[in-house]
């Protein structure tokens, strides 16, 4: 590994310069039956540390990845050197605090930097992150703690609902499925960007691979991150391999032709339309576009004072 990404675009409001690649952390919280704890502990330092050798200083995590305590045992020497983002599931004031504080003791550090109300995909869950003692009144309790520093908010199915939240407050970052599957099906480009872009809200594209559905990744990378308003992608790294092949990608990036976008689309359709049998069978290679849950309701953590 030679190349090093420098940050090079700034997400939205924040100022914050940061690189086109974010590291996505899920496949590292990934049991593996060939894999002792100490050994995936050990699998998982190496790669982020290489990542931030690499210049891939943006960090994403969430409770559930189960990669918190990896990210952690590497934030415990560098957390200095990256931008650190993790994100609530729960909905209530009081859940969401309390989920906070466990996320903070796990990654070993005194705040992160971004924090997002995770996977809002319904109109419900959208009231309930919004409740006068829902998931937003926890994050700005803790932003004015300097428990965090940016509020943000993510969603993979219906990027009309991420739009009219980024009208509903003043979130500082979206983070949004923005791959080619997305365009054809949900198009987020004419729901969700054009607000964000309005509002100056940082935007972080994810499902950029199709959740490792498509075989061309650097049209598919180079789609994503030419999006208006996209300031970086987050790619899900399992291994040091995947390291060096995205920091190659994103270093020689340009915006995507007219005709390499057809080729990238001559090829996701057939996934796309694959996925409209396969989804009603329940084993979809694009699950997140059929994405209904309503997270307060699957945590059992509603907050009391929502209006539906």
């Given amino acids: 590994m030679t190349k090093v990404l420098s940050p090079v675009r700034t997400l939205g409001a924040t100022g914050v310069q940061v690189p086109l690649i974010g590291y996505g952390t899920a496949p590292l919280g990934k049991e593996k039956n060939d894999q002792e704890p100490s050994q995936a502990r050990e699998h998982a330092v190496r790669c982020l540390n290489r990542a931030i050798d690499a210049g891939i200083t943006y960090l994403d995590t969430s409770p559930d990845y189960g990669s918190e305590p990896h990210v952690g045992e590497v934030m415990k020497s560098r957390r200095k050197e990256v931008f650190l983002a993790t994100k609530v599931n729960n909905r209530s004031r009081d859940g969401v605090r309390a989920e906070l504080e466990r996320s903070l003791e796990k990654l070993q550090t005194d705040h992160v930097d971004l924090i997002q109300v995770h996977a809002v995909n319904a109109w419900a869950d959208l009231e309930q992150a919004l409740a006068l003692d829902g998931a937003v009144s926890a994050l700005e309790q803790a932003r004015d703690e300097g428990l965090v520093r940016y509020i943000g908010i993510t969603g993979h199915a219906r990027p009309e609902i991420l739009g009219h939240a980024i009208y509903q407050y003043p979130f500082d970052a979206v983070l949004v499925a923005l791959g080619m599957a997305d365009r054809l099906v949900s198009s987020p480009e004419n729901f969700c960007l054009p607000r964000a872009v309005e509002r100056n809200v940082g935007v972080i594209a994810m499902k950029v691979y199709g959740h490792g559905a498509f075989e061309n990744r650097e049209l598919a990378l180079r789609y994503s991150l030419g999006l208006p308003g996209v300031s970086l992608a987050i790619i899900g790294l399992d291994n040091e391999q995947h390291v060096d092949e995205v920091v190659e990608l994103a270093s020689r990036y340009q915006p995507l032709s007219d005709d390499e976008r057809d ?24 699950f997140w576009l059929h994405d209904t849950s309503v997270m307060g309701w699957s945590q059992q953590d509603e907050p009391a004072l929502v209006d539906y």
């Fill in 263 to 286: 080729t990238l689309i001559d090829e996701v359709r057939p996934i796309v339309e694959q996925d409209a049998t396969d989804s009603k069978e329940k084993k979809s290679q694009l």
